[in-house]
């Protein structure tokens, strides 16, 4: 009886033994591509910022003197400001956009799958495509302002062209945020809802004592992703400025300013020093958001 006992849990262990390798090797290939291609970039990217990097390499060593002259520049704290204004402004306007889209979609309408399409269809569209016929609508002669009977070039007004830039992506990524949100609301039970209706609760009291607050996972979840892709804007500001970030600085962004360092100045480390303090700011503002809004209910 010992002696097979003995078998037994020898056996029992190779089975485990196996089991856990083979876990390891599903996970081995993309914890090898997370390190490759996330933390290797990242870990350079710090080293590089301590030397002034040029085409050919290290020319000087700096230490910190990167992050200093960073404190000092003046342009980058207007990209920093232009940044944070665009991310305050169009954070609220596509979650809202997204969250009412969704919500029609969702609602027992005719055409629902035609109408859950073509919402999401913008987001499909290439994005410099849907820029350069932005540009034309909003030029001087362009349709807006045949429709409106104005003569202002909405990009080439530096009080405009960062509005017009938060509306253009309002409008083309609200479609992926709306799919998003779909699927929160189709996650709610709908025994909740029957309970309601037979309390005799409106539409309206319904979503907002009801809905909205089972939704806070998808609150969670959408502001933080729309943070991090408003913090890295950069095509869009490319293309309407022809990589300048003008008229004035108004539409140059951290990650314009980061292009044009590295590509236009070949200043490499200082460029990665503007690299590492933008992940600081995404790391700071996500941490912020998980720590406020993305903690469990406690009763």
Request: charged content about 15%.
């Amino acid at each position: 009886m010992a002696a097979t006992a003995k078998r037994q849990q020898k056996t029992l262990g190779s089975a485990r033994l196996r089991e856990a390798l083979v876990g390891y090797a599903f996970v081995a290939v993309p914890m090898g591509i997370f390190l490759t291609f996330f933390i290797y970039p990242l870990a350079y990217s710090v080293y590089i910022s301590r030397f002034d990097w040029g085409v050919f390499g290290k020319i000087e060593t700096l230490g910190w003197d990167n992050y200093r002259e960073l404190f000092r520049d003046e342009i980058f704290w207007r990209a920093i400001k232009n940044t944070v204004l665009y991310t305050v402004v169009l954070v609220p306007l596509e979650m809202a956009l997204a969250l009412t889209l969704a919500v029609v979609v969702n609602a027992g309408i005719r055409g629902k799958s035609f109408f859950r399409s073509a919402f999401y269809f913008p987001s499909l569209a290439s994005s410099a495509a849907i820029t350069a016929i932005a540009i034309y609508i909003l030029s001087a002669d362009g349709l807006l302002n045949a429709l409106i009977g104005g003569q202002r070039a909405w990009f080439g007004d530096s009080d405009t062209a960062l509005w017009s830039i938060v509306g253009l992506n309002a409008w083309t990524t609200s479609g992926t945020l709306m799919l998003f949100y779909l699927a929160a609301l189709q996650s709610i039970p709908t025994d909740v809802y029957e309970a309601a209706a037979m309390d005799g609760a409106k539409t309206w009291r319904t979503f907002w004592k009801i809905t909205f607050p089972l939704l806070k996972p998808g609150h969670f979840f959408v502001a933080v992703t729309s943070v991090i892709g408003a913090l890295q804007v950069f095509d869009q500001a490319f293309l309407v400025s022809a990589g300048s970030g003008g008229p004035n600085y108004s539409t140059l962004t951290v990650v314009l300013y980061l292009y044009r360092t590295a590509i236009r100045d070949v200043r490499f480390g200082y460029a990665a020093a503007i690299g590492i303090a933008l992940f600081v700011l995404i790391f700071t503002l996500t941490l912020a958001q998980r720590l406020l809004f993305g903690r469990p209910e406690t009763s």
